[in-house]
């Protein structure tokens, strides 16, 4: 009989491990699906950072109207790797969570906020590659030069990613 307990714990354990790695996959496979379907239904901002910038410094009101929300696809160079923190979905409290600088021209960076299970991809990434990103706008803002941020943001498989 004591031979078994420790089996039963440790059956226990992997279960309950098996489980948590299955809801991990299964919210990110959600996450794709949702992101693809709004790609399928046209729903990607198709004006660029540079259309996007000139907007809000004609109307920063009207710019933050129509473009927050919205997600954008944007192919650019990396230029920073980090960490913040942010709220994700389905968790409770803040999460420290990638967060990367894509320079898409020598005027304009995006600041992408990437999920917590994202990190793997993220560490396979260096400063200076061309990456792929696609997210939802979460701010524009401006200082010495024009910054969107995006949220619930994925990298894209794009091994030939080149900047346009």
């Known amino acids: ?13 992997c279960l309950l ?8 996959n299964l919210w990110k496979a959600t996450t ?34 129509r473009y927050v929300g919205k997600y954008m696809m944007i ?39 990437l999920s917590s299970l994202e990190k793997l991809a993220v560490r396979k990434l260096n400063r200076g590659q061309v990456i792929t990103v696609k997210g939802k706008i979460k701010t524009i803002g401006s200082g010495s030069s024009c910054y969107i941020q995006l949220e619930n943001t994925a990298i894209i498989e794009n091994p030939d990613a080149q900047i346009k």
């Open 75 to 113: 192919t650019g160079k990396v230029t920073n790797i980090s960490e913040t923190y942010a709220r994700e979905p389905m968790s409770t409290g803040l999460q420290k969570v990638p967060l990367l600088g894509v320079q898409v021209s020598p005027k304009h960076t995006i600041d992408a906020t």
């Open 17 to 24: 491990l098996s489980s948590c790695a299955a809801t991990e």
């Open 32 to 65: 794709n699906l949702a992101g693809s379907l709004q790609g399928l239904a046209g729903a990607y901002e198709k004006d660029s950072p540079d259309q996007i910038c000139q907007a809000r410094s004609s109307n920063p009101i009207s710019a933050e109207d």
């Open 1 to 13: 009989m004591m031979k078994r307990l420790p089996f039963a714990g440790l059956l226990a354990c």
